[in-house]
Every structure is written in structure tokens, then in C-alpha cells.
């Protein structure tokens, strides 16, 4: 199962990307365990998604609960509390 | 109901006019938001920014008696004095657009995805934009 992945602001420099497309492993079916699963990757990952950041996700432009699921095709963006206006 | 994410600059006066040709309106309300102090960029998440912004839109206006409504937000680099964004509401009396322009801001600040950086770095959200939409609720 695939989806687009996208990151903002300081977490887009923190992870030194603006998205991907990534291939869920099975079991990974909501935007928390999403988050889980690219902290493992370790490093910056680590860092800028480790579980006292706060950081806002959407699934398909809408803003989402972590416990939101996921499902292939889907838009993912992960970013920091946002500071428009 | 117009909803514009743009870099150019805009004319608040002109906006705010095109909201009162209708001889129902009987009130207008607006907000301007300026750069404070020191340069800023704005990112923000194209298509997902215009989407939220609707979507607010059509929250107050299921709240409150909007007849039309204006909402501008500016992107890419600012200059202290600078116009960010522009809200205007309007409605047959004063109390629903007053109220319906502050709902769309307070909702704005905490939904819609808009991010600002300064020289000094990324600009942390504040606690007090969350209990200012809060209180909506």
C-alpha cells in the first residue's frame, strides 16, 4: 500500500525533504502508527518526530487525529502547529 | 464568498466595498493583519490552505447570518507594515458579521496551514491562539 507523504516548515528542513511516496508495511493503517514507523528510521526522524513534538497531520487536506486511518493513494502531510494570520 | 491564498498585495478599501453593493448588507466587519517589527516568509500547503480556508468559511457561515464574505492571506516574504491577511464579513446587522469576522480568524490562526519564518527562525504557535478558538466550541 502506497502513499504521498508530505512535510512543512521546520519539519520539512528538520527532515531535509518535502515528501515521498513510501510503501506502508502491513499493520501501519493510521497516521500515528505512520509516525511511529518513520521515527524508526532513526536519526532526524527520531528527533523531529519523537513523541513530545507536537506536530498536526492531515490526511488528504483535512486535518486529522493521529488515530485517523489511512489507506492507499492517500495524501499524508505531517507539520508543526500552524502560525498563519 | 471569495477565499484568495496569494503573494500580491491587497486593496482592503476596494474588498470591503465589493462586500456592501448588495442594499440588503447592512454591515460590515473587517480584520487586517499586519507584519509586526521584523520581515517574515510564509509557506503554507497549496490546496489544502484553499480547502481549509472554505471550509471555515462555510462553519460561520452555518453560525451566523453572512451574506457574503472575503478572505485574503498573503504567502512568500513580508515587510514589517506589510498587509498579511484580510477578513470581511458581511451581513444585515453588526453583531453577525462582528462575530462571524473574529470566528474566521481565531480559526484561521489554529486550522488553517500557514507556517512563518523570521531570520531568528520558525515562529512557535502560541497557547493562546488554541484557547482563542476554544472558546467557539
Not at chain 2, 472554505?54 to 457561515?61: C, G
Not at chain 2, 516574504?77 to 480568524?105: K, N, W, Y
Request: neutral net charge; hydrophobic residues 45%; aromatic residues 8%.
Amino acid at each position: 500500500m502506497k502513499v504521498k507523504v508530505l512535510f512543512f516548515a521546520a519539519l520539512r528542513e528538520q527532515l531535509g525533504t518535502a515528501g515521498e511516496e513510501i510503501e506502508l508495511p502491513s499493520g501501519v493503517g493510521t497516521l500515528a502508527a505512520l509516525r511511529s514507523h518513520l521515527r524508526g528510521r532513526g536519526g532526524a526522524w527520531e528527533l523531529a518526530l519523537a513523541d513530545g513534538k507536537l506536530i498536526r497531520m492531515a490526511v488528504n487536506q483535512d486535518m486529522a487525529q493521529p488515530s485517523a486511518a489511512i489507506k492507499a493513494g492517500d495524501e499524508v502531510a505531517f507539520f508543526p502547529p500552524v502560525t498563519g494570520g | 464568498m471569495k477565499v484568495s491564498v496569494q503573494a500580491q498585495d491587497f486593496d482592503a478599501g476596494a474588498e470591503i466595498r465589493a462586500l456592501s453593493r448588495d442594499p440588503k448588507v447592512g454591515a460590515v466587519a473587517s480584520f487586517i493583519g499586519v507584519v509586526r517589527e521584523v520581515a517574515m516568509t510564509l509557506e503554507h500547503y497549496p490546496g489544502m490552505t484553499e480547502r481549509a480556508l472554505q471550509r471555515i468559511v462555510v462553519e460561520a457561515s452555518a453560525r451566523w447570518q453572512v451574506m457574503d464574505c472575503t478572505v485574503i492571506h498573503r504567502t512568500g516574504t513580508l515587510l514589517p507594515t506589510d498587509q498579511i491577511v484580510l477578513v470581511a464579513v458581511a451581513s444585515a446587522h453588526r453583531g453577525d458579521a462582528f462575530a462571524a469576522c473574529e470566528f474566521i480568524m481565531d480559526y484561521l490562526k489554529t486550522q488553517a496551514p500557514f507556517w512563518k519564518k523570521e531570520a531568528a527562525g520558525w515562529v512557535e504557535a502560541r497557547a493562546s491562539d488554541d484557547r482563542s478558538a476554544e472558546r467557539w466550541k
